[in-house]
């Protein structure tokens, strides 16, 4: 059965499409009714869908599932699905839908233009977005208001006012188009829908099983916030969530890449090459990517040599690229060691908290130029994998498993004070601890550590561990706060990096604890962009992919050890 889900914490979309339906309208907030609302060009809700009774507003029980949404008055009901990853057919009895611009109001740059076409559609021009929403009537009637209109006016069509059965099409284009294109009924467009994702859950999770329960969800969180190659998003690409995180930060792109591998190889590897299509002369990757904008004032932590190792193992057949894997990640690798490395220092900085993907960690609390542990960890990692790249497209010159050693050499002479990792101001060169879970980040390095740092980094693990997961602060930390964003909250991508080096360090228990509790939190409060670490409340946004991708790679990986355990 198609798993259920409150349209108020995941958009009702579909992969490849850029607008959903969806109660938030902006950062954090919220409308009373659903809006059609893209991600062209920004976060812009564009048509407001109401339902109404006799002209009136009226509450409706709203249900959704992977193939269809409904409102649902009594017997009455309006139903949606798409029927193409640009087409949204709605149809409807004894229930009216107003649908309506949002913005009221239009001026030569914003706002949305309004009106009925000779062949009696009616068309939606949004100046925000650059594309059109033209409505078809396919069945029963509607009133059209406003068409033509300028400055403010009230700008709708009301469908289904007679009470009768009644079909729209929405389609978004960009200047022109035959008469829609789908001409299957409502209820082959919901089994084409349904099918759809089905095949894309089976692709991902073929494991899937009462073991974990969430997986299904977790599929539709990722596969609804896939889009179509559109503007600077070059190939098929995850979005971080189809709500107001609506882009691809170079770091999370490498968690939803995992989860694809194994079934769906070529779309996780597009994955990864969506930020390196975008990086520049000098190595750098952007901060983040979307439809109308590459943003390079930031960087993104370097893990993505640790992401390639993990995918060698995940990708049928390997890396589909080497040659191309290799020129990228070596510039990337040579960019932090050129340009980020302050005069006759050996340890790689960051310039801001938001470079480590901890923002507001407690290790910038002071200075936000900072030479820490994980960034020289990540890095070693990347010149590890650089080392084995090398040898796959035969660069025989090629000297990255000294300078691996080298570097890591550096980060335990200089930032292991004896019993933990230290930060140090770069160019300050002044020594700072914290009580951040990103100071015990290095065990990513697992078997690559010497027995007793291991040791040491496992003890601070399973200090921050609560019972919902990994404490990014320690709560008896002064600067804990329980919506802290990095001073507190659970966090995906810290969990499912620790977990991995705890694991291929020996520490398997502590591992699979990590991993168990995650993996109840998000069967318990869904797939938040974090998470109270003393609650486990889902906070902020609910419908981020990366948390998603971690709880599939966390699950698909239990699974498999399941499986070897029973086959013993």
């Known amino acids: 059965m198609a798993p259920e889900f409150s349209v108020r914490e995941i958009p009702f979309s579909r992969s490849g499409a850029w607008f959903g339906l969806s109660p938030v309208v902006g950062t954090a907030e919220y409308a009373e009714d659903l809006h059609l609302v ?6 812009h809700p564009i048509l407001s869908l109401v ?25 009455a009901r309006v139903s949606a699905v798409f029927s193409a990853v640009d087409t949204l057919r709605i149809a409807g009895t004894g229930l009216a839908m107003r649908i309506a611009a949002t913005e009221r109001t239009l001026t030569p740059f914003t706002g949305t ?25 396919v069945a029963g009637r509607w009133q059209v208001n406003g068409a033509q209109e300028l400055g403010t006016a009230d700008r709708a069509v009301v469908a289904g006012g007679d009470g009768g059965p009644w079909e729209v099409v929405i389609e978004e284009l ?27 859950a089976d692709a991902v999770a073929p494991w899937r099983d009462d073991r974990a329960p969430a997986a299904e969800l977790a599929c539709y969180v990722v596969w609804s916030a896939t889009v179509a190659p559109g503007g600077f998003v070059t190939r098929p690409a995850v979005l971080m969530s189809k709500h107001w995180m609506d882009r691809v930060w170079s770091w999370d792109h490498c968690f939803n890449a995992l989860s694809l591998a194994r079934g769906l190889p070529g779309l996780a590897w597009d994955q990864i090459q969506v930020v390196f299509d975008h990086q520049d002369a000098q190595g750098a990757l952007p901060d983040s990517i979307t ?60 310039e801001h908290g938001n470079d480590s993907g ?21 890095l070693v990692l990347q010149l590890k994998e650089l080392a084995t790249l090398a040898e796959e497209v035969g ?10 050693d080298e570097l890591l050499a550096a980060m335990l002479a200089e930032l292991w004070d004896g019993t933990r990792f230290v930060s140090r101001g770069a160019g300050t060169e002044d020594v700072r601890g914290s009580a951040s879970l990103l100071e015990l980040m290095p065990v990513v390095l697992g078997e690559h550590l010497p ?77 938040a962009e974090n998470f109270d670490a003393l609650t486990g409340e889902g906070l902020r946004d609910r419908a981020y992919t990366w948390t998603a991708s971690a709880y599939l790679t966390l699950a698909e990986d239990a699974s498999r050890r399941a499986v070897q355990a029973d086959g013993r």
């Open 38 to 43: 893209s991600h062209r060009n920004g976060l």
């Open 51 to 75: 339902p109404v009774d006799g002209g009136h507003r009226v509450a409706a029980t709203i249900t959704a599932d992977p193939a269809t949404l409904t409102w649902a008055v009594g017997d």
């Open 113 to 137: 233009y309004f009106f009925a076409d000779p062949e009696g559609r009616v068309v939606f021009t949004s100046y925000e977005t650059g594309h059109r929403f033209r409505l078809t009537l």
């Open 174 to 200: 960009t200047t022109a188009r035959t008469a829609p294109e789908s001409t299957s009924d409502f209820t082959t467009a919901v089994t084409a829908a349904r099918a759809d994702f089905t095949g894309f």
């Open 291 to 350: 439809h109308s904008e590459v943003l390079h004032n930031f960087v993104k932590p370097p893990i993505h040599g640790w992401a390639l190792t993990r995918l060698r193992d995940r990708l049928p057949g390997g890396l589909p690229d080497a040659a191309t894997a290799y020129r990228q990640l070596a510039a990337w690798t040579s960019f932090w060691l050129d340009h980020r490395r302050a005069p006759g220092s050996r340890l790689p900085y960051y």
């Open 358 to 378: 901890w923002d507001n960690s407690t290790v910038f609390r002071e200075e936000r130029l900072v030479e820490s542990a994980d960034l020289a960890a990540f």
């Open 395 to 404: 660069d025989t010159s090629a000297r990255w498993r000294e300078e691996a």
């Open 451 to 527: 027995p007793e740092v291991f040791a040491r980094l496992c003890d601070g693990v399973a200090a921050h561990l609560t019972s919902v997961g990994l404490a990014t602060e320690l709560p008896a930390s002064p600067y804990y706060e329980a919506d802290g964003y990095w001073r507190g909250p659970v966090w995906a991508p810290a969990t499912v990096l620790i977990e991995d080096g705890l694991r291929r360090g020996g520490a398997t228990d502590l591992a699979d604890r990590v991993s168990a509790r995650f993996r109840a939190l998000c069967e318990k409060s869904g797939f």
